[in-house]
């Protein structure tokens, strides 16, 4: 099941969306359902993810400052 949403892009990005689906031989409709999936999918992670990390805060759970210094030296080595 589908159903039909329209919307309104600036005149630039429709030109570029246009030389896009030209260039990939491909549907602009479905580039822009896989853009979207991708979207919603980075945002739903993003936001369990902020969840958990606010419930871990709540019940006091926190990185050891061993913890801490592990991260800061292999990112910053």
Do not use: V, Y
Not at 14 to 41: F, T, V, Y
Not at 53 to 58: C, K, L, P, V, W
Request: aromatic share 6%; hydrophobic share 40%.
């Amino acid at each position: 099941m589908s159903t039909t949403l329209s919307i309104r892009l600036p005149d630039e990005m429709k030109e570029q969306l246009d030389a896009l689906a030209k260039i990939s031989h491909r549907r602009k409709s479905d580039m822009l359902l896989g853009w979207i999936n991708e979207k919603l999918d980075l945002e739903r992670w993003q936001l369990e993810e902020i969840s958990k990390g606010i419930e871990e805060a709540d019940a006091g759970l926190f990185a050891s400052e061993e913890d801490r210094q592990a991260l800061r030296k292999k990112w910053l080595s």
